[in-house]
């Protein structure tokens, strides 16, 4: 009996190393990867046609005007591989766990994740990555670097810290965004038409955020997913940075950073929250 008392105060003292999990759930998703050869290429060939079609669609426009509300070409397309870095970086380390939330909770796996000596939103959120999304993060970093190198941008490296940080929060908001659908397994069970909520959500900032100043309707759709649901401002404002275009009033900088560190915090404590209304499967 001491014995196994003793056991379990190591096991709960002991703190994991995190690189090294990280390192390991990096391993066993390449294992997993290589198990199926042709998937992974098939992903990364699909991911390239997108990503070419993209690429073309743009073009095809741009070959008619010579800007979108003051984005030139190769602003835009720097806009673009924002955005595309931004997402490529959500499907490939967190839309795998997020959606697989629910899949724990209904087959009663969840108890083995929150009998693990490490901490629950760390292990939900990084466990699988797909590694074919991750690849195509290849598609859009040369996108930007070619769209800056036709706008003969000079290295500045105050900006490129800049563009990093932002990108980073940006990573950060909409990572809050999704754990906070996913939490919301625990009451729903299956939540798919949450998840379909969150692509419909965030295709407005496919768009940078002064497009939507047109109208009426795109003044109040620019108000709403800038400052109540900021997806636009995470995205527009690195770009805006890495192009060099003003971005008016300095607040917005400071909104997008508030959005992001306040999302993380709030998503954390309904993550938790949704687990204390969670019943084991041997409840």
């Not at 008392?5 to 390991?24: D, I, Q």
């Not at 979108?68 to 720097?78: C, D, L, V």
């Not at 931004?86 to 994740?113: H, K, Q, W, Y």
């Not at 490296?157 to 809050?176: Q, R």
Request: proline fraction near 5%; aromatic fraction near 16%.
């Amino acid at each position: 009996m001491g014995i196994a008392f003793e056991m379990t105060e190591n096991v709960r003292l002991k703190r994991p190393h995190y690189g090294r999990v990280f390192a390991t759930f990096f391993r066993n998703s390449l294992v997993r990867e290589m198990a199926f050869r042709g998937n992974f290429l098939i992903e990364i060939v699909t991911n390239a046609f997108w990503f070419a079609a993209q690429l073309v669609f743009f073009a095809i426009i741009f070959g008619n005007v010579q800007s979108m509300n003051g984005w030139t070409r190769y602003e835009y397309f720097a806009f673009m591989a924002t955005n595309m870095i931004v997402n490529t970086v959500m499907e490939a380390f967190f839309m795998p766990n997020c959606a697989n939330f629910s899949e724990l909770i209904r087959t009663g796996n969840l108890d083995f994740a929150l009998l693990k000596p490490i901490d629950t939103q760390f292990l939900i959120s990084f466990e699988k990555l797909d590694l074919g999304a991750l690849f195509h993060l290849l598609l859009p970093v040369s996108l930007l670097g070619y769209s800056l190198h036709q706008l003969e941008w000079p290295i500045d490296p105050p900006a490129v810290a800049a563009y990093l940080v932002l990108v980073a929060l940006g990573i950060a908001f909409f990572y809050s965004l999704m754990i906070m659908l996913a939490s919301t397994s625990v009451w729903l069970g299956r939540n798919q038409g949450l998840y379909e909520f969150w692509f419909y959500i965030t295709v407005f900032a496919r768009y940078p955020r002064n497009i939507y100043g047109g109208s009426p309707a795109g003044a109040v759709l620019q108000f709403v997913f800038s400052y109540l649901i900021p997806i636009l401002l995470v995205i527009t404002v690195p770009a805006e940075v890495v192009v060099g275009k003003p971005l008016g009033t300095s607040p917005i900088m400071l909104v997008t950073a508030a959005a992001a560190i306040v999302g993380l915090f709030v998503s954390r404590r309904v993550f938790y929250f949704a687990l204390k209304s969670y019943r084991s499967a041997s409840s």
